[in-house]
């Protein structure tokens, strides 16, 4: 059985929190991608952990990927009714891209620091996807402003699995601009905004935090 992990809006909050000051001082980002729909939450709690006195909240725009499943879900443990337990497929979908009309100067990205926010990296592929189609959307708009501007990408995530992974980042964002607020096992996290019965998901937490 895989085990699960539950996580309250609580630890998210904190963890946010918490990464916020090593965001600021190592990647300085200018506007946020959170990538939907676990990425909506972190980033809209590290934008005001991220705000400086003086200067406006860093703008967040989302796209929504979506690793194509193959497989019915199954569920985690045959008595609980909710977080179901995802099979992971191979193919990431977009279902949602980039607002160029509402990024104003922001629009094509280039001599940008950009924080791509998700909440977990699992296989590494909806990452290598993000990254990979938003550099290349970089390049297009290099090539046609005639910039040689540096764009620079970091990744924020609530949890990184310590696993064999599917996808591939670049080395540099992987050595320099990329950070996880816990690294954990191989194992199913539960994120609150999932949950069927949040009283249930919040006691499932604190019940494990006691074991
Ligand atoms: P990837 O395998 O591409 O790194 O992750 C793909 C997506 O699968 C994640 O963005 C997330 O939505 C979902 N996912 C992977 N592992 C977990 C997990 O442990 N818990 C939850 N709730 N979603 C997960």
Redesign the pocket.
């Known amino acids: 059985m895989v085990r699960k992990i539950y996580v309250t809006y609580n630890d998210v909050h904190k963890l946010c929190q918490e990464s916020a000051p090593h965001i600021l001082d190592k990647f300085k980002p200018q506007l946020m991608i959170a990538?939907g729909?676990?990425g909506f939450i972190p980033a809209r709690i590290l934008r005001s952990f991220l705000k400086t006195p003086g200067s406006p909240n860093i703008p967040i725009q989302a796209i929504g990927l979506s690793?194509y499943e193959k497989l019915p879900s199954k569920r985690a443990n045959d008595n609980d009714d909710d977080d179901m337990v995802?099979e992971?497929g191979t193919q990431?979908t977009r279902t949602q891209w980039l607002d160029m009309s509402t990024l104003g100067e922001m629009s094509n990205l280039v001599g940008k620091r950009v924080l791509i926010v998700?909440?977990?990296?699992?296989?590494?592929?909806?990452?290598e996807y993000a990254v990979r189609e938003l550099q290349k959307d970089v390049e297009e708009a290099r090539a046609k402003i005639g910039s040689d501007a540096k764009t620079e990408f970091s990744i924020f995530v609530l949890?990184n699995?310590d696993k064999q992974k599917?996808?591939h980042l670049p080395d540099d964002i992987l050595h320099g601009r990329y950070l996880a607020a816990r690294t954990v096992g191989d194992?199913?996290?539960?994120?609150p905004w999932?949950a069927g019965d949040i009283d249930q998901h919040d006691k499932n937490a604190e019940d494990a935090s006691k074991a």
Request: proline residues 0%.
């Open positions: 990538i729909g676990g690793l995802e992971a990431v998700d909440e977990v990296d699992d296989t590494r592929t909806t990452l949890h699995k599917k996808g194992e199913w996290i539960c994120y999932e």
